[in-house]
């Protein structure tokens, strides 16, 4: 069954980093673009980074310099290192893998910066 399966959320203070993971399964992992969305509450779903299948990497300009994406293609997964995290950064964060006509996603792994 094709799936993404997203975890690392979790409750952290401002300043401090978690590493979201996002493992896929039963695609050709390694010929997926893959993203991270994000989702807070009241507004739109926003894209987070984005990492082709040949390294290419795109990120939101609020996040540039504090988050990076990267990909593990022998392990079919795709992770999302966050750092120097702020409250504005607490959303629903979703894994996002598209080629051609295929558009998977995830169900989400909540992050809440607070202290």
């Known amino acids: 069954q094709v799936q993404l399966v997203e975890s690392g959320g979790g409750l952290v203070q401002p300043g401090g980093s978690l590493r979201l993971s996002c493992a896929a399964s039963d695609i050709i992992f390694s010929s997926y673009t893959m993203h991270w969305y994000r989702q807070a509450p009241g507004k739109q779903r926003e894209l987070v980074e984005r990492?082709?299948?040949?390294?290419?990497?795109l990120y939101l300009d609020s996040v540039k310099g504090r988050f990076t994406i990267s990909r593990d293609n022998s392990k079919n997964t795709v992770y999302l290192q966050m750092n120097s995290l702020k409250p504005e950064d607490t959303a629903g964060y979703y894994c996002n893998g598209r080629l051609g006509a295929f558009d998977l996603w995830g169900k989400g792994t909540q992050v809440t910066v607070s202290s």
């Open positions: 990492i082709t299948a040949g390294g290419s990497t």
